[in-house]
């Protein structure tokens, strides 16, 4: 179940748009064409075809068309205005570079950019778009182990899913309770996309070093395994001293290399950690209990916040402030309903790291239960709250209406697995990669599958 014959090669989703505009730099084939493609294109639905257009060439095709370079390594192509960071609060627009072929698909009337690439390649450039490519060896190399490992596991959870009957479904709701959680099965035409909804991938925009080409060298076919299957790893940029357990943030499954984990040495003294005592849970959320990913140390930030990201300075606790008018817009927006005023904001459920699972929202004209964890971080924000692991005070009450709340929130990110921050202070002193990868996905070892 493991065993792999040879590296895969993975379909990449890049962008979806009316208008492609994209660069062929070097020599391009066309399946069943001898002629070789290179320059400036533009590519749209026309008569209902895929139409390529470069000076007076024209290219047309029902489905799709793929581009496929004669060398690899020699040739690349640009698409423009690929949007990064979509829905959070760095979402921009980007020219990016890509090895690889190219497949335009068509979707209704719409073309699907999609890049065609092996893993190992798609790695390199993960490893340096997730964070910086001047981060230590140690922990590109668990960076490469954890992000193999869970594109990995989602191919081969796809092709599960293909086999059952049933269809999948992350969302059950009723009048009172919406719970929704967000993974890669949306993905239908490319095996991952290339945003933070995945695994960002920004192709050869960034700049890998040299480190982050060793890191995936060294760490070739490398997966987390447990009991014969590729753990379905996960990371985010800090945990906030607790990891969160695998399923009260996505679907219910329980992954044993997947619990709640201490991101230390050993427990916090004077922190009870049973979060389902609010009074726990608020002193932890509000208070500075030590922590690998607990560090203010620029140079270690530096090497895992890369440009846009370092815009956060505040991750590890936080605090930010709304208005009456301010939240029940944002909450109406978002959610699409009317709940009048907010007059409370009630936790209902939180999980191992005090992220919150289940947040019931009350207002004059509705109330609503919600969750999962990016649920709530979606409906409170225009973007989305670094966190869910919240505590909400209201403040100046009139008429049993709040007119400003305030939320101290914990961490960057849904928690679960490594804790990139945490891994990289970890690197820093001296541990290897294996020691970061098995210090959080306890039960798990390392397995090469090819």
């Not at 490319?190 to 080409?213: L, N």
């Amino acid at each position: 179940m493991l065993a792999f014959r040879k590296e895969p090669m993975i379909n990449v989703g890049i962008l979806t748009a009316k208008q492609i505009n994209f660069d062929l730099y070097g020599d391009f084939r066309i399946t069943g064409e001898t002629k070789l493609y290179s320059g400036i294109f533009v590519a749209e639905i026309v008569n209902n075809k895929i139409t390529c257009i470069r000076g007076d060439d024209i290219l047309e095709a029902e489905k799709q068309i793929i581009f496929k370079p004669d060398d690899i390594d020699l040739e690349s192509f640009l698409i423009k205005d690929v949007t990064i960071g979509k829905k959070f609060h760095w979402q921009r627009k980007e020219k990016q570079r890509f090895q690889g072929s190219l497949k335009l698909l068509k979707d209704g009337n719409k073309i699907v950019v999609i890049n065609i690439i092996p893993v190992e390649k798609y790695l390199t450039s993960v490893i340096s778009s997730e964070m910086s490519a001047k981060s230590s060896l140690q922990m590109l190399k668990s960076l490469a182990v954890v992000s193999r490992s869970w594109l990995l596991a989602q191919i081969d959870k796809s092709k599960s899913l293909k086999k059952q009957s049933e269809s999948y479904s992350s969302e059950s709701s009723t009048d009172e309770e919406l719970i929704k959680w967000y993974d890669r099965e949306e993905h239908e035409l490319f095996d991952v996309c290339a945003d933070d909804h995945c695994q960002r991938y920004q192709g050869i925009t960034k700049i890998s070093t040299r480190a982050a080409r060793q890191a995936v060298e060294e760490t070739f076919g490398l997966v987390l395994a447990f009991k014969d299957k590729i753990c379905d790893t996960r990371f985010s940029k800090c945990c906030g001293g607790l990891t969160e357990a695998f399923h009260n943030t996505w679907e219910p499954v329980i992954h044993p290399y997947l619990n709640s984990v201490v991101d230390y040495k050993y427990e916090p003294e004077a922190y009870n950690l049973d979060f389902s005592n609010e009074k726990n849970a608020q002193k932890w959320i509000k208070g500075n209990p030590p922590a690998y990913c607990n560090t203010k140390d620029e140079r270690i930030i530096s090497q895992i916040l890369i440009d846009y990201d370092q815009e956060t300075r505040d991750y590890y606790r936080w605090r930010i402030e709304y208005t009456q008018a301010e939240i029940a817009n944002i909450i109406s927006k978002k959610s699409g309903m009317n709940f009048g005023d907010i007059i409370d904001l009630i936790p209902v459920e939180r999980g191992n790291s005090a992220r919150l699972i289940k947040l019931k929202i009350v207002g004059t004209q509705k109330e609503l239960t919600v969750g999962k964890e990016l649920e709530i971080r979606r409906l409170l924000s225009l973007t989305h709250l670094y966190s869910s692991a919240i505590f909400i005070e209201k403040q100046r009450i009139d008429n049993n209406i709040p007119e400003k709340f305030v939320i101290y929130g914990a961490g960057w990110g849904h928690g679960v697995g490594l804790c990139q921050i945490g891994a990289a202070v970890m690197a820093e002193n001296g541990h290897l990669f294996d020691e970061i990868l098995l210090h959080y996905f306890r039960n798990a070892e390392l397995k090469r599958i090819y």
